[in-house]
């Protein structure tokens, strides 16, 4: 079940703060993960936040009825 739009945006922003306490300096974050609780994201883990937000932005745009952006293909 896709979880609430509020909740979506709620999980959106507690991990980009995250995110931005790792690039500041942070060793270790705490964040929300679906229903699944609590998970603690690191220096060395920072990659794996990233998807983490682009897949909670995908599924706000999917639960907004927004179409998904399509790839850019760039020729040189």
């Given at each position: 079940?896709?979880?609430d739009?509020t909740?979506?945006?709620?999980?959106l922003?507690e991990?980009?703060?995250a995110?931005?306490?790792?690039?500041?300096?942070?060793?270790?974050?705490k964040?929300?993960?679906?229903?699944?609780?609590?998970?603690?994201?690191?220096?060395?883990?920072?990659?794996?936040?990233?998807?983490?937000?682009?897949?909670?932005?995908?599924?706000?745009?999917?639960?907004?009825?927004?179409p998904?952006r399509?790839?850019l293909?760039?020729?040189?």
């Amino acid at each position: 079940m896709m979880a609430d739009i509020t909740i979506l945006k709620t999980r959106l922003e507690e991990a980009e703060i995250a995110l931005h306490k790792l690039m500041t300096g942070a060793r270790e974050v705490k964040v929300k993960v679906d229903d699944y609780g609590e998970t603690t994201f690191s220096e060395t883990n920072i990659a794996h936040l990233e998807r983490y937000i682009a897949k909670l932005k995908q599924d706000i745009a999917r639960a907004l009825g927004r179409p998904r952006r399509k790839p850019l293909f760039i020729k040189f």
